[in-house]
């Protein structure tokens, strides 16, 4: 077969075609392997990103705490703190956080609780525990100024970050506290929660919850406040520091004009009603002067509360038994007598007790500076009585048979070695044992404590309520053994009350904030320690003492009164125990360091100091007739010279027989 052939010079070219079909298939192929590949990356991508998203979000509530139960809401998170409030109801102090007593909105006017609906959150009533419209509008705002211009936290949110959550300003404190928001408003009512949010926020100044700002901003209870005094306290809650009203008024009334519209806006109040608080003038009360008296009573009480409660929780509200007006004058009484005597008398320290017939602690001097010594020298401190002792001897005497008209010879006296002088040095002769009483005779004393019995006479004080040892020694009868000011006076109660122990308190009631009453004094009657008529008969010998004896300093204008000078030896302590029908009160006067005074006795100082305060204490008291002051038959001083003067004869007569 004949070959054709190719001309010189030419190169054969392959015969050109159209592409064929499994060509397009092999580039089809080949650009589909990086499709789908890309889409499987971007789907692990965003499968990658969805899940890393989910944990991220399940991050934030890891750790979230729980909703307390529904009664334990109000103390979550609460610090420690205690009011203590005198016998009228009146705040004396508040130590700690200052929460005030608990409000309810059915209390409130209701221009209160909206003034802060207005002021923090006008959708209150409308939203699920977090507001979604406000937080888009605070993010917007705050996207677009590039920094943080609008919050958008509810009062819901508002009160679970203050019971549950910190204050820091994280993304996963905020998710969190919007859940614990809305789950906050599925379990309690929007009323409760508003309730939560005024007990609760904090005012600025130490102050949380609406009592105590109404309180110490305005000088009233909550449901007092005008409108101008609460559209006033709602501007707190945002700046407490910053518009604290006593610092900066005027940016708290630019506020002000801010929540009063915000209140017209949502229907709560009138333009004119808006105008007219705009307009008011309020008065904000002048921080009282703090008494530092009230720290004595303040601790007492406080160590006496946490005896009365197994567990002492964290809020209490205190009520004590003291009289505050009265506690206040006779802290300037005191004061102003050791002023005009105390500097002569070398007499440093100060301590008086005032109490009722049924116990009631009405004041209370525990010394003359509180913030320099706590020591409370009404309670703490025990120091010899001296004759102030004396009436326990002469009440176990009287037990044991012995009258108040018994003769008695006053001469010198040796008891296992001890000869116990008269103060004065002079022996009278023959005395009635209520004489011995009125002038104090040493040597009598120590001869009806002989003739009682020493254990008879511990026993009586510890009856009457004396907790001191005391030890069976002679020497007992004149006082040598150390008792407080508050065991003494209390011990003179049988003395005013016919035979019945006095038994003193400071708290009459325990509280929680809530209300929810913990402890409450209960009434009784008081225990029979002495025989009628021998407390008549004591109360009369001891009305001799201030009518006619050493306690004539103490003595008050109709008034009759009764009680005992005391002097310890080397004029250490000087002391005046005494009582009217109404008032039981004693006073001790000395030197911290147990250093002498300068000669006073239980008839000087102490006896002026009692007298003084008792005027004020008395005040508005109907004077009455002290049971058995006049009981005892008494004589005139002409007669008891002619009742000396036959006792003398007798005497001689029957020295004369004898010899």
């Known amino acids: 077969m004949a070959v054709k052939k190719q ?251 801010y929540v009063l519209s915000e209140m017209v806006a949502a229907g709560f109040i009138t333009p004119e009603s808006a105008q007219i608080a705009m307009d008011s003038d309020v008065t904000l009360t002048e921080p009282s002067e703090k008494d530092p008296q009230f720290g004595y009573i303040l601790d007492l009480a406080k160590e006496r509360a946490e005896r009365l409660l197994p567990v002492v929780p964290d809020d209490l509200v205190i009520t004590l038994t003291v009289d505050r007006d009265v506690q206040n004058q006779i802290v300037e009484v005191i004061e102003a007598r050791m002023q005009e005597e105390s500097e002569e008398a070398n007499a440093g320290q100060a301590a008086a007790i005032i109490m009722k017939k049924t116990g009631e602690i009405v004041a209370l001097y525990g010394g003359r500076d509180y913030l320099e010594n706590q020591y409370n020298r009404a309670t703490q401190a025990k120091r010899q009585p001296g004759s102030a002792f004396k009436p326990f001897v002469y009440a176990a005497a009287l037990e044991a048979g012995i009258t108040p008209y018994d003769v008695r010879i006053d001469e010198p006296v040796v008891i296992d070695k001890w000869a116990p002088k008269n103060f004065s040095r002079v022996y009278v002769g023959p005395v009635t044992v209520n004489e011995a009483l009125r002038d104090s005779l040493n040597t009598i004393a120590a001869l009806l404590g002989q003739e009682a019995g020493e254990d008879s006479i511990i026993k009586l004080a510890q009856r009457f309520g004396i907790n001191s040892t005391l030890r069976p020694l002679p020497s007992i009868a004149l006082g040598s053994q150390e008792v407080s000011l508050w065991e003494l006076t209390r011990a003179y109660g049988p003395f005013m009350t016919g035979g019945k122990r006095v038994d003193p308190y400071l708290v009459a009631k325990i509280e929680s904030s809530r209300g929810e009453i913990l402890y409450e004094r209960p009434e009784y009657e008081a225990a029979v320690v002495y025989p009628k008529e021998n407390a008549d008969l004591m109360a009369g010998m001891l009305a001799s003492v201030v009518r006619d004896g050493t306690g004539k300093a103490a003595d008050l204008e109709r008034w009759p009164i009764a009680g005992k000078t005391g002097t310890s030896q080397s004029f250490r302590d000087a002391w005046f125990v005494g009582f009217s029908a109404e008032l039981l009160g004693g006073v001790w006067t000395g030197n911290d360091d147990d250093t002498p005074m300068t000669e006073v006795t239980g008839g000087g100082l102490p006896s002026r100091i009692w007298h003084d305060m008792m005027i004020v204490a008395h005040e508005g008291l109907r004077p009455s007739q002290l049971v058995g002051a006049s009981r005892l038959m008494l004589l005139t001083p002409d007669q008891e010279q002619r009742v000396a003067y036959y006792r003398d004869l007798g005497l001689a007569f029957s020295g004369v027989v004898a010899n």
Do not use: C
Not at 158 to 181: D, F, G, M, P
Not at 201 to 224: E, H, M, N, T, V
Not at 226 to 254: F, H, I, Y
């Open 7 to 257: 001309k010189p010079g030419l190169k054969r070219q392959p015969r050109r075609s159209a592409p064929s079909k499994a060509r397009g298939r092999a580039k089809a192929g080949k650009r589909r392997p990086v499709l789908k590949y890309g889409l499987i990356a971007a789907a692990g991508l965003v499968l990658i990103g969805g899940l890393s998203a989910f944990l991220y979000w399940q991050s934030l509530y890891r750790g979230m705490p729980t909703l307390p139960e529904t009664d334990e809401l109000w103390e979550v998170n609460a610090g420690a703190a205690i009011e203590f409030v005198d016998a009228s109801g009146n705040t004396l102090a508040i130590r700690g956080p200052r929460y005030g007593r608990k409000v309810t909105l059915e209390e409130l006017p209701a221009y209160v609780p909206r003034a802060f609906i207005a002021a923090e959150d006008k959708r209150f009533y409308d939203h699920d525990g977090a507001d979604t419209q406000a937080m888009i509008r605070a993010l917007w705002s705050n996207a677009t100024s590039g920094r943080t211009v609008s919050g958008a936290s509810t009062i819901t949110q508002q009160v679970v970050k203050n019971l549950i959550l910190s204050s820091e300003q994280t993304i996963k404190r905020k998710v969190q506290e919007v859940r614990l928001a809305r789950q906050l408003e599925k379990r309690v009512s929007k009323d409760q929660i508003l309730e939560l949010y005024l007990n609760q926020i904090y005012f600025g100044s130490g102050f949380y919850g609406l009592g105590a700002a109404a309180r110490f901003y305005f000088g009233k209870d909550p449901q007092d406040l005008t409108l101008a005094e609460a559209s006033l306290l709602a501007t707190l809650p945002q700046a407490p520091s910053r518009l604290a009203l006593n610092r900066n008024m005027g940016d708290a009334k630019t506020r002000q004009t």
